[in-house]
């Protein structure tokens, strides 16, 4: 093999008189343990023993099939524009391009919220695009499990498009140079060329939005409504259930905990492996 | 423009083109300006020689299609190539760090080209493995560039441009990438795959070694532009400019010459055995120097000039003196003379060159 051996774990013996100032420590501890202890009170209080049953109840599996439905369909949407998207903001030069990044990027920092009200506005029924769309289509969004998955991919699109961008702009440009040499299009340079090089990339970006979608509350709660069965997701049920079932919020809290540490796992070679 | 109206540029309409290349590239790009004349035979090999940021790349890079021109024209076999995108043009590049593709193996990478050109895959793979073959690969055909060899990704990279049976094939820094040993190997391959290659062939180096054993003609760039062009022999005999006079290791002086005297533009005069009049060089390698502590007496030699040590450095097995005084030159010795010299930066030393040591031709 030609790459050398994974660099010795041991650690280096400490210099005397050079520990960590209790200054830093202290805070330091403080926030690990504010990030941990609200996790570990959900395992707490977990009704392990009634949790089978909470589990297997049809209200549950009915908010996780739609969650999960909803979100893969949210990727797959981000995936099929995003990544275009991606290669046009890393790839070519026109007028604008920060702004259009910047805007990209918007519903990275909007409140989700109100991103649901923008989304009305645009798809709703009297929405500026949406009046047409019933008027010649008879397609209505708002309140349906479409409009579950548009206000997902609303919030969710930008990780992967930021995801992706910055994957091509590590990947050498010059490959698709080599392409065209050969007789390649730009685009079939980017299927058989670029996609297979930043595919770690798209997919990390993937996993990304699709957690972020699995997790949208407040979007999908002002653009779709709360009907279990065709807009009650899994964090909408979980925020229903806590007024009149704890035990089942708690139940389905942990179906999103162990789903957000199955991605971490997943990506940890990713985004936990520092330089 | 019409062409029967107005006689542009040497095309004539009508009439069969000369095969092989013709342009002219012009390139702009801010303070740099590329603007190089290159024609070529089907069989020549022809080396763009110069230092770094000459604009040998974009010169390749032009002739590619992978940087526009912002002038002149680009003919190849006749058909003007100058508004065809890359992948539209008969033209193989090998590219200075391969670009192999990574994910792909040595035969699909190869077999890359002519899929992208329309052959179906199985075609293209069979056409693969006899290029492969054809380098002496064909038990690689299975692996990754990562698990090859500077000198095989080297092969698949000349496979895959040959692949698509250019008309012109493009080489940038063809053996820049590789270790002293495997350069030497890979450059007697790649000169065997030159010599057999049909069509018109050029590379970009700044090795003026691969340039003289590689190509058939030297094109030496210098600034955006050509400063002289012709045989390996030739140019290593007749520098013309002091980067050549570097690369091929001979002291160049421009001046005036008359009769048996060439008058230095930098001042002294150099005897010569040839009899020229008019602008002229003189040349003399560094090994034509003697140097000596004190003027020397008896000496036959008619150049002498006093000069100072500004540096000295090993060169191979002896002793490079960089001088200055007088005249600027370059004076190799043996280790031992230059101890018994007591050579050192500052120190002051005559340095004489035999008349018949120089070589005087037209400017």
């Known amino acids: ?275 | 423009m019409t062409e029967s109206t107005v006689p542009h540029d040497a095309g004539q309409p009508g009439r069969t083109a000369a095969p092989g290349l013709d342009a002219r590239l012009v390139v702009d790009r801010g303070a740099f300006r590329l603007d190089i004349a290159l024609t070529a035979a089907p069989g020549d090999v022809v080396a763009l020689l110069g230092p770094n940021g000459a604009g040998k790349t974009t010169a390749l890079r032009a002739l590619a299609g992978l940087t526009p021109l912002t002038a002149g024209h680009l003919r190849l076999d006749g058909a003007e190539l100058h508004r065809t995108p890359p992948e539209a043009r008969p033209v193989g590049v090998v590219f200075q760090d391969y670009l192999l593709f990574p994910h792909l193996t040595a035969l699909d990478n190869v077999a890359f080209g002519p899929r992208c050109r329309g052959a179906g895959k199985a075609e293209a793979r069979a056409r693969a493995a006899e290029w492969l073959d054809r380098m002496g690969l064909a038990g690689h055909a299975g692996a990754r560039p990562r698990h090859l060899s500077g000198g095989q990704a080297q092969r698949v990279a000349l496979a895959r441009a040959l692949a698509i049976d250019p008309r012109l094939l493009l080489l940038d820094e063809p053996l820049a990438a590789l270790d002293a040993r495997t350069r030497l190997e890979v450059r007697a391959r790649l000169r065997r795959h030159l010599a057999a290659f049909e069509a018109v062939a050029v590379l970009v180096t700044h090795d003026p070694l691969d340039a003289m054993v590689l190509a058939d003609r030297l094109v030496v760039v210098e600034h955006g532009r050509i400063v002289q062009e012709g045989a390996p022999t030739d140019i290593a005999r007749h520098p013309r400019t002091e980067y050549i006079a570097q690369l091929v290791g001979l002291n160049l002086y421009r001046g005036h010459a008359d009769g048996h005297t060439v008058r230095l533009d930098a001042g002294p005069a150099v005897s010569t055995t040839e009899d020229l009049s008019g602008p002229a060089f003189v040349a003399f390698p560094p090994g034509a120097v003697t140097l000596y502590r004190d003027r020397p007496t008896g000496s036959s030699a008619r150049n002498l000039w006093r000069c100072r040590v500004a540096g000295l450095e090993t060169h191979g097995d002896q002793i490079r003196a960089e001088l200055t005084g007088e005249l600027s030159l370059a004076a190799d010795l043996t280790t031992v003379a230059a101890a018994e010299l007591d050579l050192h930066p500052g120190a002051p030393v005559w340095a004489a060159v035999k008349a018949a040591q120089t070589h005087a031709y037209p400017a």
Do not use: H, K
């Open chain 1, 1 to 275: 093999m030609t790459s050398g051996p994974a660099a010795p774990r041991t650690a280096r013996p400490r210099p005397p008189g050079r520990g960590v100032p209790l200054a830093l420590l202290a805070p330091a501890l403080l926030g690990l343990a504010f990030l941990l202890v609200p996790l570990l009170a959900l395992l707490v209080r977990a009704p392990w023993r009634s949790l089978p049953e909470q589990l297997t109840s049809p209200e549950v599996w009915q908010a996780l099939r739609l969650s999960l439905f909803c979100a893969t369909a949210a990727t797959a949407l981000s995936l099929v524009v995003g990544v275009p998207l991606a290669w046009l903001l890393a790839r070519t030069e026109f007028r604008g391009r920060g702004l259009v990044r910047a805007l990209v990027t918007l519903p990275l920092v909007l409140p989700p919220v109100v991103g649901g009200v923008a989304l009305l506005l645009a798809l709703g029924r009297n929405g500026v695009v949406g009046q047409y769309l019933d008027a010649w289509f008879g397609i209505s969004l708002p309140f349906t499990t479409a409009g579950v998955v548009l206000a997902e991919t609303f919030v969710a699109m930008p990780f992967l498009v930021i995801s992706v961008e910055g994957t091509l702009r590590a990947a050498d440009p010059r490959f698709e140079e080599a392409a065209a040499t050969l007789g390649a299009s730009r685009f079939t340079a980017f299927r058989r060329v670029t996609l297979p090089l930043i595919a770690p990339g798209v997919a990390a970006g993937a996993v990304l939005a699709w957690a972020r979608a699995l997790g949208e509350f407040g979007a999908t709660i002002t653009f779709a409504g709360n009907f279990p069965g065709r807009t009650q997701t899994m964090p909408l049920a979980v925020y229903l259930a806590l007024q009149n079932d704890p035990a089942a919020a708690i139940a389905l809290s942990l179906v999103l905990l162990a789903v957000s540490v199955a991605v971490l796992a997943g990506l940890r070679d990713r985004w936990m492996r520092t330089a």
